[in-house]
């Protein structure tokens, strides 16, 4: 099952070059850092990153992440991967843009 992070390209750029992305802050100051689903993304980026631009979107195979990724409800009882540690570059399949749409919202590719 793919999980997807959305960030903006700066902590992006910083991570790769770290080989490692250790959180955005709203990660550090949670413990873990937030990922979603494909089918949880778009709401995420509604909620979380509205009017916020030059963001990417990360897409990592949840299996590769091991221990470390932990399912856990969140908002309205859904359950959400979080992963308790940092992000090796590596396992990052794929980054995509997240343009805002007219409404302010990150407009998200398809996601698997």
């Not at 195979?61 to 570059?89: K, M, N, Q, T």
Request: charged share 25%; proline share 6%.
């Amino acid at each position: 099952m793919r999980i997807y992070k959305i960030l903006p390209r700066g902590e992006w750029a910083a991570a790769r070059a770290a080989g490692r992305f250790e959180g955005s802050a709203v990660d550090l100051a949670d413990g873990f850092i937030h990922f979603s689903t494909a089918a949880q993304a778009q709401e995420t980026a509604r909620r979380h990153f509205a009017g916020q631009r030059d963001l990417v979107v990360l897409e990592v195979e949840a299996d590769d992440l091991g221990e470390a990724l932990r399912w856990e409800p969140s908002r309205g009882g859904d359950v959400f991967p979080h992963l308790y540690g940092p992000l090796d570059a590596a396992r990052v399949l794929s980054v995509a843009e997240a343009p805002l749409g007219a409404d302010g919202v990150p407009v998200l590719p398809v996601l698997a």
